[in-house]
């Protein structure tokens, strides 16, 4: 299951993020994955709990934002939803030569919101 590697690589860079900023720790960690990319989003969700203990990620939310896949006719200009399993075929030429891939393999960090520090005061909070 890779969803296990890419767990791990997601919450060591956020935890290495963390440490470098001085963060107590993550609140929310948003990712951007398409639908290409071959991630099972339960399974991510599952190892992502798993990859966070002893982390200062433990705790943090995951969200995915999914990404169709679409791609691009070169001979004809025409663009098509790919869908699953992926036709790569030009639905009005058919020709399945010079078709560029416009996304659909996107797996990568969003945003991460960190936590709050517990001993700031709320008349300090921004």
Same mark, same amino acid.
Request: some cysteine; proline content about 6%.
């Given at each position: 299951?890779?969803?296990?590697?890419?767990?791990?690589?997601?919450?060591? *860079?956020?935890?290495?993020?963390?440490?470098?900023?001085?963060?107590?720790?993550?609140?929310?960690?948003? @990712?951007?994955?398409?639908?290409?990319?071959?991630?099972?989003?339960?399974?991510?969700?599952?190892?992502?709990?798993?990859?966070?203990?002893?982390?200062?990620?433990?705790?943090?939310? @995951?969200?995915?934002?999914?990404?169709?896949?679409?791609?691009?006719?070169?001979?004809?200009?025409?663009?098509?939803?790919?869908?699953?399993?992926?036709?790569?075929?030009?639905?009005?030429?058919?020709?399945?030569?010079?078709?560029?891939?416009?996304?659909?393999?996107?797996?990568?960090?969003?945003?991460?919101?960190?936590?709050?520090?517990?001993?700031?005061?709320?008349? *300090?909070?921004?």
């Amino acid at each position: 299951m890779h969803e296990m590697s890419i767990a791990a690589a997601v919450v060591e *860079q956020v935890d290495t993020a963390a440490r470098e900023h001085g963060a107590p720790g993550a609140a929310r960690v948003r @990712l951007r994955v398409g639908e290409l990319a071959g991630v099972v989003p339960d399974a991510l969700d599952f190892c992502f709990e798993l990859a966070c203990a002893g982390t200062l990620v433990a705790g943090a939310a @995951l969200e995915t934002e999914s990404v169709a896949a679409r791609a691009r006719c070169a001979p004809c200009g025409v663009e098509w939803a790919v869908g699953m399993p992926p036709d790569l075929a030009c639905p009005d030429c058919r020709t399945g030569g010079g078709v560029e891939l416009l996304s659909g393999r996107e797996l990568q960090i969003l945003d991460v919101e960190w936590a709050e520090r517990p001993d700031v005061p709320a008349e *300090q909070k921004g």
